[in-house]
């Protein structure tokens, strides 16, 4: 029934962090869940850590159809600093940080250790994942490097391809990639524009994130909107079915 679907909604998932030692991956999980321990030194996980998180939605908004979406990344940009817009720019929500109408997403939290013995268990954690993040440091050069790694390694094990990402169904996991530690830009290695660019080519949502400083909700956010939009489209989609006996 149509009424039915209108009653509060709390979806569960489960999503994944990935990327090298070091690069904030648990500090990114303890600073989502307002963690007063913050660490000064970062430590590397061992094999990997489970937390649970609940993020509110709220879904009776529409945003206003005549106001224009500007980029708010052009500013005083140049025309040679100006890249194509990422995938991430491209489908991110607006979210509303109101009050929420009891809707929700519960994410079950896996912050996997970034050395090289923990890879091989790698498609265990992966098994029946709704997104994954990549997270590199942009002071170290070689995180970002490796992401490509992380990304292909995550892949293989779900049985994924580049194109696939874009059939934007339930059962393809969706991928983010997070630019940690953005607080240190004298020690910055690796530019925005980089960032982008990969996202871009690998159809991945990108952020700017800084552990130490800022708050870390956004992708957090925008992988519980997009979870409750496939969520809604499926519905839709067997609801279609029934009223037209198309099954």
């Known amino acids: 029934k149509k009424s039915d679907i209108k009653k509060m909604v709390k979806l569960r998932s489960k999503i994944v962090l ?16 307002d963690v007063s321990d913050f660490p000064l030194q970062y430590a590397a996980t061992k094999g990997v850590s489970l937390e649970t998180v609940t993020i509110p939605l709220k879904l009776n908004n529409k945003p ?18 100006k890249v194509e817009k990422s995938f991430a720019e491209k489908e991110k929500p607006k979210i509303d940080r109101g009050e929420n109408d009891g809707h929700a997403v519960e994410m079950l939290l896996f912050d996997i250790g970034g050395l090289d013995i923990y890879k091989m268990n790698l498609p265990k ?6 997104a994954y993040m990549l997270v590199y ?8 490097m490796n992401v490509a790694k992380w990304l292909d390694n995550t892949q293989k094990a779900i049985g994924q391809t580049d194109e696939q990402v874009l059939t934007s169904k339930a059962s393809q996991p969706f991928g983010m990639l997070i630019a940690n530690k953005t607080d240190a830009k004298g020690n910055a290695k690796i530019s925005r524009q980089q960032g982008e660019q990969f996202a871009t080519k690998h159809h991945l949502a990108f952020f700017e994130l800084s552990a130490a400083n800022n708050a870390v909700d956004e992708p957090f956010q925008y992988a ?24």
């Open 18 to 33: 990935l990327g090298d030692p070091t690069v904030g991956k648990t500090s990114i999980v303890k600073k989502l869940l």
């Open 64 to 81: 206003d159809e005549n106001t224009s979406s500007e980029d708010p990344y052009d500013g005083e940009q140049s025309d040679n600093d």
């Open 125 to 130: 954690y992966l098994n029946n994942i709704n």
């Open 137 to 144: 440091d942009v002071t170290n050069p070689e995180s970002f």
């Open 224 to 247: 519980a909107s997009k979870l409750h939009g496939l969520y809604k489209e499926a519905v839709d989609q067997v609801q279609y079915m029934c009223e037209n006996k198309s099954w």
